[in-house]
Every structure is written in C-alpha cells, then in structure tokens.
C-alpha cells in the first residue's frame, strides 16, 4: 500500500507532484516517572515512583491480570545508566526506532527531568530520541482527591 503524505498544486503547470514519505519510524513513549523525586516523596510519600502504582495494581474485573510486575529489567531505576542502555537494547531488538521522552516544565520548573538530562551529558544510550510535553496539571486524582492541584500547568 502506497501513502501519500502530500500533494502539491502547481497552478501554473497544472499538475499535483506527489511526495512519498520516509520510511515509518516506530517511537516509544517514555515515562521518566520510575525513579524518586523530592516531589513525589512530599505528594505521595517517601520513596514513591511509577512501580508504587504497579505493584499496588489490583483486577479490575474478570481476566484482567493485576498486578503486571515487571519482566527482564525488573524494578529498574532510571537513574542507573545500565538501566537506560538496556532499555534501549530491548527497544531497538524490537524495532523500536526512538524513544518520545515525556518533558514536564511548569512555569519554569521541570521535573522528572533526571533521566534525559542524564541522557544528554553522557550522549548515550544511542537511540534517537524527541520530547513529548506533557502540558497538564497535575492533581491528587490518583488518590481520590481530584481538586487537590499538586503543580498548576500555566
């Protein structure tokens, strides 16, 4: 099957010219939430990060399979090198073409921000990479107390 990703009208000589795109790249969307921060420690309690909510993950209904602990990487933490060079080895044997790391900056502030600013010190892992931001506010929701704003979104 043939895509087409845009076509141009040349009035003057009146015919489309068609541009076939680049090959479809497979990009994952990262979390950067599996590792602890100040923040998450005031918010949620000391120590907490993403595996929290995992590990606590019960069924929801028939066949729904909670909790789905972790595989091959176990409770990795992101601040650990190895852990991001063996994400990106699992990724790319995958074909996984690039990972799409979740950007969180309010008003000036980022957080979660550890993991990619580790990735571009050390130029590594060697994955192609873009940022996603994540333009919300976050609140208590998790916990049952929607109308608690932890960090405003401006």
């Given amino acids: 099957m043939t895509r087409i990703v845009a076509a141009r009208i040349d009035a003057k000589d009146a ?4 541009r076939y795109p680049a090959p479809t790249r497979t ?9 602890p921060v100040p923040e998450n420690d005031e918010w949620w309690g000391p120590g907490f990060t993403e595996w929290t909510n995992v590990a606590r993950a019960r069924p929801l209904f028939p066949g729904h399979r909670q909790p789905n602990l972790p595989g091959d990487l ?10 991001r060079e063996a994400q990106a080895r699992l990724a790319a044997d995958h074909g996984v073409d690039a990972f799409c790391y979740w950007h969180y900056w309010f008003a000036g502030r980022r957080l979660l921000d550890e993991p990619f600013e580790a990735v571009l010190r050390a130029g590594s892992p060697s994955l192609s990479f873009c940022l996603g931001w994540a333009n919300q506010t976050w609140t ?4 049952g107390a929607a109308d608690r704003i932890l960090i405003e979104q401006t």
């Fill in 15 to 18: 015919h489309a010219e068609l």
């Fill in 74 to 83: 176990g409770f990795y933490d992101l601040r650990v090198p190895e852990t």
């Fill in 140 to 143: 208590g929701i998790w916990h």
């Fill in 27 to 35: 990009i994952a969307f990262y979390l950067p939430q599996f590792h």
